[in-house]
Every structure is written in C-alpha cells, then in structure tokens.
C-alpha cells in the first residue's frame, strides 16, 4: 500500500513550512544621459482612453516608402509571341475537346441506330410470326355480296 493512504493519526503527521526567502533590493542605476539637440526630439502627445486612463507617448511620422525604379519596358514583339504561344495552346486544347466531343457524339448515334433496328426487327419479327390466324383488315365474303355500282352490300 502506498504511504500517503495508511492510516495516522492527525498527531503523528509531519508539517514542513516553508518561509519565502527575501529578494535583496534592487539597486536602481540611472541610465545615461545621451545629449539630444532639440530640433529633433518629437513633440509628446496624451490620449484619453474611454475609461479614463491616460496614455502618453510620442507621435510616429509615417515612413514614405523610396519610389520604385521605373520598370524597363517589354518589346512589342514579346508581347505578340507571348500571346501567339497562349492562343495556339487554347486552340490545340480546343481541338482536343472538340475531336473528343466528335467521337462520343459518333459513338451516341451509332448506339441509338443499333437500338432503332433491334426495336424495329423485333417489331417485324412480331408480325411475322406472331397472330398468324387472324391477318387483320376487313373480311369480306365475296360469294354473298352483291356488287352495286361499285359497292359491296350483303
């Protein structure tokens, strides 16, 4: 069993304390003083925060970046073989998508053809060789009709 769960009485238990251990002062060095001419010390602002605190300090002129040198300007017939170069790669991707489109559109019809001659043989084949006793139309019986100024009647 571990220690700390055994069981003691409240009085044979031992107390450390422990005192903090005073710092020795420090000893303040007064920094040095750098002569500054008066031209160049800024002006000291103070700002009044909403809950009442002040904050003082000095005012920072914005730094102005140095202006960029002038670029060297590019050739015009840079220019016009850089976009020829883009155009002729647009157009083979364009050929590319568009032979693409072709063949599937090709294997589309040629699909939809081969359906459209399935369907209609088995059509064909239907009437053929399905319901050959009755041929369908008009019966007539011609050895009871009586022709009339060509009409039939019976």
Not at 22 to 32: C, F, H, Q, R, S
Not at 123 to 138: E, L, N
């Amino acid at each position: 069993m571990y220690p700390e769960h055994a069981p003691q009485a409240p009085a044979q238990r031992t107390v450390e304390v422990h005192q903090p251990t005073p710092l020795p002062p420090a000893v303040a060095m007064p920094a040095p003083v750098v002569p500054v001419q008066a031209s160049t010390v800024p002006a000291v602002a103070s700002i009044v925060l909403p809950d009442g605190r002040i904050v003082t300090g000095y005012a920072i002129e914005p730094t102005h970046p140095e202006p960029l040198a002038p670029k060297p300007a590019v050739s015009r017939a840079a220019v016009n073989v850089a976009l020829g170069g883009v155009g002729f790669l647009a157009v083979c991707g364009g050929l590319l998508l568009l032979t693409t489109f072709i063949a599937a559109l090709t294997a589309l019809i040629t699909q939809l053809i081969t359906l459209a001659a399935v369907i209609f043989g088995g059509w064909i084949a239907v009437q053929v060789f399905g319901a050959s006793g009755h041929k369908g139309g008009t019966t007539v019986n011609i050895r009871k009709a009586v022709i009339k100024r060509n009409h039939f009647h019976q």
